[in-house]
Every structure is written in structure tokens, then in C-alpha cells.
């Protein structure tokens, strides 16, 4: 019996000793690191126009009929600028303009289900079936429609609201896009030159509005987003390149500007995860006095389901959980883990799979909390883990893109030099620029059976994109 009670006593004194140590390590924060500033605080950058910042004209997409989208976007942002206070106690709060029986906001009228998602299956194929109800919904959607062209003389984009995980962001309509990819297709189905060439200057021209976004200063999430506009438009022209009813000789001149990959520096997305890193400095600043009220509201950013009920629960532990939050360790932790990011999205694509094994290892010895590591700084890095993402997985997205650009441009140089389909094969063998993942280097696949070319990609979470283009026979 005395030695159960001694053993107790020494598990009890442990327990007690492991309680102060954690106590003590969470008694002090850390000095906030230069890199850390560096980060939190970025140097001034121009200005871009309001009249044009695409990032204002998409959040004003759906304004009432016959007023500034911009305005509209503008309005967005002041809206949320006054509530942002509120809105780190309370996320559902809704920074949605309130419609206004005068003006309400622009909807999209009909549907577009006849046309699949665009970078997932083959507009170009399904339009010809459906081109009456095309028009119908057109004509529908004019302002719109309209509204979603004007983008296209837009020369900027830069994000103007204070960055925090509420930020407001604007984004075509989806079925706006259909819309006008359908509408690009049915033009070059056409069969007259002149409307074809039109086409394809409308094409370019969304292909160069999305560029834009991607290059433009801001967050992660635009910038993939625009990765996907690009891909869907790509694939777009290499179905067009498949088909054989289509004379693309007097279309040459503008195909083979349209079809030039872009530089590989062009879809890093290291320039992204500094904007990204300040999107979530307003909710490290705010745990520093309501830990547990953030760290419901970053669950609640993160949930895909909008509508769960948002609960703040056992409020009273507060003062407590404040105790374990050092607000410039975790300042200092999401510096370090975003500058490593920053480091490995900059790299050479070719330089991608061999760096990755040891990126993965450092987040998994640091960014990983289910261990000791816990104890120091628990509310600190319990938030963590609702606000950092991986480079390894978003920092290939763009290459994906480039991977089908130039997919594009083989389809192009096999329908132009007239590849007969049995040489496809050794077309792709001496033609790697072209013919390659620019990350991993496999070559394409050619599959006689289906007359396409295909790759495989190296990124996660791109599982409903699609990765292959038909190409032309001349059979």
C-alpha cells in the first residue's frame, strides 16, 4: 500500500512539474523577428487606377442594372472596411450591400447546364446541339454578358481591401463563363474568316485579363482561380485545333501568337503567399484578446458548409486560453513556415520534386502539432493549423497550366506540319519543349484509340481538371 501511495506521489509530483514547466514556457513571448516585420508590413506599392482594378470591376459584377460595377465594387469595400471590427466577433455578419427595391442586383436569368464545365469537358463539342438555346440565354444576360467583356480593358489588378480571412472577393459568374466560351466557340464554328479571327481576339483578350489577375497583387486564391480561366480557355483552342472542319491556314499569323506557351517564371506562386500571409494577420491580432472567439471564426472560414450554425462555446475559458497564446511566436512560426514556402514556390520547376521531400519534412518536424511541441504556445499554434496551407500542393498549380499550354502548342505544330497520327509518337520523342511536364519532364502519352495526348499532373486537389487535348487527323 506504501508503495502505491508513493508511486502516486511521484506521478502526482510529475504531473505537477510537467503543469509548471508548460506554465513557464508560456510566460513569456518571444521578440518579433525582422523577416517576421518584413512580412506584416510590405513596402508601399503604386496604386492601381480604381477605373482599372479588375479586382474592383469583378466584385461589382452583379450591380444594379445600368450602374458602375466598379462603383459597385468600391461600395463592397467600404461596406467591409466599417464592419471589419464586427466582423472579427462576429464572421456572420453580412457584408453584402443590402438590395435596394429601386436597384436590385443583376442575376443571371435561365441556365447553361447544356454546356459542361469548362475545364472539365469539351464546350467546343456540345455548343453545336444547343446553339438556339446559346443565343436565348444571351440575349437573356446582355448586360451581363457585357459586363464580363469590359474586363477585358482592364489593366490591373490589385486587392484594395485591408487583407483578413472576411475580405471580400469577386469572381465571374460561372455560368457568365459558359456563356462566353460558348459564344467564343459557336464564332469560330462559324466558318467565316473574318468572325474567326474576331473570336480569337476575344479569346486572347480573356486569356491576357486573366494573366493579369494572376500577375496582380494579392492572395492565393485569385491567383489559382485565374490558373483555372486560363486552363479552361486553352483546352478551348486545342479542341478547335482537333477539328477537321475548321481551316486554320488563314488563322495562322494569330494562332501562333495565341498557342506560344508563356514563360515558366510566370506561374511561380511564391509572389502570392505574402498576401496570403497578411490576409490572416487581422485574426493573429485579435486572438491576442479573444483566442478561442478566433479560432471558432477560422473553423467557421474554413468549413465548407456556409451555413453551420456559428457557435462560440465555453467563452468563459478566455482569460485562460489568452495565457497560452504568444502572439509573436505564432507571428514569427507562420513567417518561417511562409518564407519556406515562398523559397520553394520560386523555384526552377525541374527543381520542384527534388526540394519537396525536404520542404515536407520541415513542415512535418514544425508545422505538425499533434506532438510535445503542443505545450509551447498551444492557442498560438491550435490556430496555426486553421490558417496555413502547403506550397507543395498549391505552389505546382500554375505549372499544370503551363503543362497544358504547351499541350497546346504541340496539338498546333501536329495539326500545322500535318503529323500523320502512326507518327505522333516520335513527333512528342523529339519535341520535349512542347511535349513534357515542366516539373516532372515525363513525356505526354499519345492514345491511338482515342486520338488524344494526355500528361499526368503533379499537383493534388486538381482531380476534376482536365489533362488532355484530341489532336488532329487528316485521315
Known amino acids: 500500500m506504501r508503495i502505491i501511495r508513493l508511486g502516486f506521489l511521484w506521478i502526482l509530483g510529475l504531473v505537477i512539474l510537467a503543469a509548471v514547466a508548460v506554465v513557464l514556457v508560456n510566460a513569456f513571448d518571444e521578440p518579433l523577428k525582422e523577416e517576421t516585420r518584413a512580412l506584416r508590413f510590405p513596402p508601399a506599392m503604386a496604386a492601381v487606377p480604381a477605373e482599372q482594378n479588375l479586382y474592383l470591376a469583378l466584385l461589382g459584377q452583379e450591380a444594379p442594372h445600368g450602374e458602375s460595377p466598379i462603383d459597385f465594387g468600391q461600395t463592397r469595400v467600404d461596406l467591409y472596411e466599417a464592419k471589419l471590427p464586427a466582423l472579427l466577433e462576429d464572421p456572420t455578419i453580412s457584408i453584402v450591400p443590402p438590395e435596394r427595391n429601386d436597384a436590385p442586383t443583376l442575376t443571371f436569368r435561365g441556365e447553361v447546364n447544356f454546356l459542361p464545365p469548362s475545364s472539365q469537358a469539351s464546350i467546343w463539342i456540345s455548343v453545336e446541339d444547343h446553339l438556339d438555346e446559346l443565343a436565348q440565354v444571351l440575349a437573356a444576360n446582355r448586360e451581363l454578358f457585357d459586363r464580363y467583356r469590359a474586363l477585358h480593358a482592364l489593366t490591373g489588378y490589385q486587392e484594395i481591401a485591408t487583407p483578413s480571412p472576411y475580405q471580400p472577393f469577386g469572381y465571374p459568374s460561372s455560368r457568365v463563363r459558359k456563356l462566353y466560351l460558348g459564344w467564343i466557340a459557336q464564332r469560330l464554328k462559324s466558318g467565316n474568316v473574318s468572325e474567326q479571327k474576331a473570336a480569337l481576339d476575344d479569346l486572347a483578350a480573356d486569356l491576357t485579363t486573366w494573366r ?10 485569385p491567383k489559382t482561380l485565374a490558373f483555372v480561366y486560363i486552363q479552361a480557355d486553352t483546352l478551348l483552342l486545342a479542341d478547335m485545333l482537333a477539328d477537321r472542319s475548321i481551316k486554320i491556314e488563314p488563322l495562322v499569323p494569330q494562332l501562333d501568337r495565341i498557342t506560344t506557351p508563356a514563360e515558366l517564371v510566370d506561374w511561380r506562386l511564391g509572389d502570392a503567399l505574402p498576401g496570403e500571409f497578411r490576409m490572416f494577420q487581422t485574426a493573429v491580432d485579435h486572438a491576442d484578446s479573444h483566442p478561442l472567439r478566433t479560432l471558432d471564426a477560422l473553423k467557421r472560414f474554413n468549413s465548407i458548409d456556409e451555413s453551420k450554425p456559428f457557435e462560440y462555446h465555453a467563452l468563459f475559458w478566455e482569460p485562460v486560453l489568452r495565457y497560452f497564446y504568444k502572439k509573436n511566436a505564432t507571428d514569427n512560426l ?16 525541374s527543381d520542384f520534386l527534388a526540394a519537396r521531400d525536404e520542404y515536407s519534412k520541415w513542415r512535418e518536424q514544425h508545422m505538425n502539432f499533434l506532438n510535445f511541441r503542443i505545450l509551447d504556445n498551444p492557442m498560438g499554434k491550435l490556430l496555426l493549423s486553421e490558417m496555413t496551407f502547403s506550397a507543395e500542393v498549391y505552389g505546382l498549380r500554375g505549372y499544370e497550366v503551363a503543362a497544358t499550354q504547351r499541350l497546346l502548342r504541340l496539338t498546333y505544330e501536329i495539326r500545322r506540319q500535318r503529323i500523320p497520327l502512326n507518327q505522333i509518337p516520335n513527333f512528342i520523342a523529339a519535341h520535349p519543349e512542347w511535349a513534357s511536364h515542366p516539373v516532372s519532364g515525363k513525356p505526354y502519352t499519345f492514345n491511338p484509340d482515342t486520338n488524344s495526348i494526355s500528361f499526368t499532373p503533379v499537383s493534388g486537389g486538381v482531380k476534376s481538371w482536365r489533362f488532355s487535348a484530341p489532336v488532329w487527323s487528316g485521315a
Open 334 to 349: 507562420r513567417a518561417e513556415d511562409a518564407l519556406k514556402g515562398i523559397a520553394f514556390a520560386s523555384l526552377k520547376p
Open 212 to 221: 493579369i489577375m494572376s500577375f496582380g497583387t494579392g492572395s492565393l486564391v
